[in-house]
């Protein structure tokens, strides 16, 4: 358990994590990023450059696929559909 607590304070396993819940961007991704320097979304934003355009999507949306949905409009929007 120590082991396993001590791997999720771990500063680079953390930034592999952030970078890789940028839709597109996985594990091999996010390393390649880190590699390069990348250790925040900020600083992604100014390197937009080494992403693929699927990438800079996930990007551009960043926050918006990182803000949860209520589940009342979850459930409206299935009713709906």
Do not use: C, H, N
Not at 6 to 20: N, Q
Not at 41 to 65: A, N, V
């Amino acid at each position: 358990m120590s082991k396993l607590t001590s791997l999720e304070k771990d500063p680079k396993l953390m930034t592999l994590e952030l970078l890789a819940k940028v839709w597109g961007v996985g594990p091999q991704a996010a390393q390649k990023l880190y590699s390069k320097g990348i250790k925040t979304i900020e600083q992604l934003r100014k390197k937009e450059d080494l992403l693929t355009s699927m990438q800079k999507i996930g990007l551009k949306y960043f926050e918006d696929f990182e803000e949860r949905i209520p589940r009342a409009e979850a459930t409206e929007i299935s009713t709906t559909v």
